[in-house]
């Protein structure tokens, strides 16, 4: 198992940012749509012998576009987002990415409609499409998220499993990695108060050393054979110190 680094932890110049993360020995990093770009960026991640394991394509849309928008061209404007980020995640060689539902639980049939249109674009390019259960928004829990894949039944929309999500929600993540069997596409690691979606360093919250070390271990006897990947907030007091204190408590599981 491998351990990735979500790029957007940091702040400030991306080929600075990448420098940083090959630094701390990470082999692969996540970015969201629209960033890295770049011929420079792009150049960098080679030279640095980086991998793009996974990309997040909802973030960074235009105003009005959004995958469960009311009307029908805000839909569009996302899923034409969605393809172009699709057409970058092939670029760099990324097999896998995610999407974020949006807020309004009234509005989930918009976005089951629209997220199929992503999927099938996806699957022309060998890339799986997770969805990220989220507290808060129209797909709170990972349990109600693998119920709504199973109803929705779409052979290359997965489970995207952030481990802060489930403090919030208060669900087991040996269970959850069980349920979400082989529909588990990435793993996002992360801490919080087990109230807000702070994204902390690991143990700096609710998170103990037991419970990390079980979820990793459950992920290795799972048909899961991904990274994880640390999701860290860019406004913590030290970003790049968080990273590496996370880095060494998950690295002696891996």
Request: glycine share 8%.
């Amino acid at each position: 198992m491998q351990l990735s680094c979500c790029a957007w932890a940091l702040t400030g110049p991306e080929e600075k940012n990448l420098a940083a993360l090959a630094d701390l020995g990470f082999g692969s990093i996540d970015i969201q749509a629209r960033t890295f770009t770049g011929a420079e960026a792009r150049a960098r991640i080679d030279d640095l012998g980086l991998g793009v394991s996974c990309l997040a394509l909802s973030f960074n849309m235009v105003d009005g576009a959004a995958l469960d928008a009311a009307d029908a061209a805000g839909r569009q404007r996302a899923i034409d987002h969605c393809r172009a980020a699709l057409d970058h995640a092939a670029d760099l060689g990324t097999n896998t990415t995610y999407v974020v539902p949006g807020d309004d639980p009234s509005l989930l049939p918009h976005f089951t409609q629209a997220l199929p249109q992503v999927a099938d674009f996806a699957a022309e390019r060998d890339i799986r499409v997770g969805v990220e259960h989220f507290p808060g928004k129209a797909l709170p829990t990972a349990a109600g998220t693998l119920d709504w894949l199973a109803d929705l039944g779409h052979p290359n929309l997965y489970l995207l499993l952030d481990i802060g999500h489930l403090q919030m929600s208060r669900e087991d993540p040996v269970a959850t990695i069980a349920a979400a069997a082989d529909r588990l596409a990435y793993v996002h690691l992360d801490d919080n108060d087990g109230e807000d979606d702070l994204h902390w360093a690991l143990l700096d919250g609710v998170l103990t050393a037991e419970a990390l070390a079980t979820t990793l271990a459950a992920l290795k006897s799972s048909p899961y054979a991904g990274p994880v990947s640390l999701e860290l907030n860019p406004q913590l007091p030290d970003p790049l110190a968080a990273i590496k204190k996370s880095r060494d408590i998950v690295l002696p599981h891996l």
